[in-house]
T-cell receptor, first 111, second 116 residues
Framework: QKEVEQDPGPLSVPEGAIVSLNCTYSNSAFQYFMWYRQYSRKGPELLMYTYSSGNKEDGRFTAQVDKSSKYISLFIRDSQPSDSATYLCAFMDTGRRALTFGSGTRLQVQP | GAVVSQHPSWVICKSGTSVKIECRSLDFQATTMFWYRQFPKQSLMLMATSNEGSKATYEQGVEKDKFLINHASLTLSTLTVTSAHPEDSSFYIC????????????FGPGTRLLVL
């Protein structure tokens, strides 16, 4: 079983739609949960990070963590064509101090 | 704030030559820097972690004699791919962390390496 599972997509939605991106993980040692956005041929950009179960909101983005189910989500409201990118979930356990990434979900928002 | 730069952004070299990639934190001091490699349509894979002034810690399967990492200052880390081969062609990305807890890493724009 992979440590992190993430649907690669591509996920295509119309502009204005609500987007739901998800990752599951198996490592109970993961303590920090992050979402990064990566445009083609660019480095990842941190969108959200959290360390507890529950929801965290930042503008159009909401990160959700369910530690009991080992499941994290990123919701994007009112999606825009500029949101078209690959979204990577990332995890860190404090003991190892390095990020473990999901494979990324490619999102396309159609105007 | 928290800007990380990489140089060069892309490089083409002949097989057998060495290539150096620089990673700089422009507006903060990076206690730790990380080097990742990303193949097309795949996720980032950690290669090594480096702390300023000490030897880098390499991930299992990464040859430390082939991928030389130097973290000489709190704002600069370099990755040298020695005797590069076509299979080393990839997208190399660095990240830097400024906090003690290291929960946030800021990524550079990446360097695309093509070995002919």
């Amino acid at each position: 079983q992979k440590e992190v599972e993430q649907d690669p997509g591509p996920l295509s939605v119309p502009e204005g739609a609500i987007v739901s991106l998800n990752c599951t993980y198996s490592n109970s040692a993961f303590q920090y949960f992050m979402w990064y956005r990566q445009y083609s041929r660019k480095g990842p950009e941190l969108l959200m990070y959290t360390y507890s179960s529950g929801n965290k909101e930042d503008g159009r983005f909401t990160a959700q963590v369910d530690k009991s189910s080992k499941y994290i989500s990123l919701f994007i409201r009112d999606s825009q064509p500029s949101d078209s990118a690959t979204y990577l979930c990332a995890f860190m356990d404090t003991g190892r101090r390095a990020l473990t990434f999901g494979s990324g979900t490619r999102l396309q928002v159609q105007p | 704030g928290a800007v990380v730069s990489q140089h060069p952004s892309w490089v083409i070299c002949k097989s057998g030559t060495s290539v150096k990639i620089e990673c700089r934190s422009l507006d903060f001091q990076a206690t730790t820097m990380f080097w990742y490699r990303q193949f097309p349509k795949q996720s980032l894979m950690l290669m090594a972690t480096s702390n300023e002034g000490s030897k880098a810690t390499y991930e299992q399967g990464v040859e430390k004699d082939k991928f030389l990492i130097n973290h000489a200052s709190l704002t600069l880390s370099t990755l040298t791919v020695t005797s590069a081969h076509p299979e080393d062609s990839s997208f190399y990305i660095c990240s830097a962390s400024r906090g003690q807890t290291q929960e946030t890493q800021y990524f550079g724009p990446g360097t695309r390496l093509l070995v002919l």
